[in-house]
């Protein structure tokens, strides 16, 4: 196991990717943010909060998005939905798309998909801590990337998060 983001370094890259957005949206009566579930939203929150301390007198549409069944790799698993909660439109808005890890890029080709369902935004960008560069099995790329880092097949990428795990590191696995 080696450790990619310790907590201090993930709590500094959550606070830059949050700058980063802001750098680029300036006004965000136009944007709005939606993480991935179920992963994703551990992520999301804390951007989205660390976006809000930023800006606290600006009303931001935060929603999170499960695309269970859009996915087209994971055919022979029973799927457990997740919840998804959009409470306003994305027709014509900037959409950042929030995840944890970019790795094949089909969690975010099934999140294209099931965004269409809740209308047709005017951009979509992808937001994601760690970027896995040379997995790519389609041509999507990171708008904002926490880190990029360079891995085998054979080598998982594990994000532990306080809520859920008690502790917050990003670290390197290798599978048996």
């Not at 094949?104 to 970027?131: N, Q, S, Y």
């Not at 532990?160 to 795990?165: L, T, Y």
Request: aromatic share 6%; glycine share 4%.
């Amino acid at each position: 196991m080696k450790t990619v983001l310790n907590e201090q370094q993930l709590a500094i890259t959550i606070k830059r990717l949050a700058h980063q957005v802001l750098e680029n949206h300036g006004k965000l009566e136009t944007t709005v943010f939606i993480g991935l579930q179920p992963r994703g939203i551990f992520v999301s929150d804390q951007v989205v909060d660390e976006i809000r301390r930023l800006v606290p007198s600006t009303k931001l549409n935060y929603g999170k998005l499960d695309i269970t069944f859009y996915r087209d790799d994971v055919r022979k698993e029973i799927h457990i939905a997740n919840r998804t909660d959009i409470p306003f439109t994305i027709e014509n808005k900037n959409v950042v798309l929030i995840d944890d890890v970019l790795y094949t890029g089909r969690t975010i080709r099934a999140a294209l998909d099931a965004l269409l369902d809740f209308g047709r935004p005017a951009k979509v960008e992808l937001c994601v801590l760690i970027d896995r560069r040379f997995s790519r099995q389609l041509p999507i790329q990171a708008d904002y990337v926490g880190k990029s880092i360079d891995s085998i097949i054979s080598q998982k990428v594990k994000v532990f998060w306080k809520a859920r795990d008690g502790r917050q590191e990003v670290v390197l696995l290798e599978e048996s």
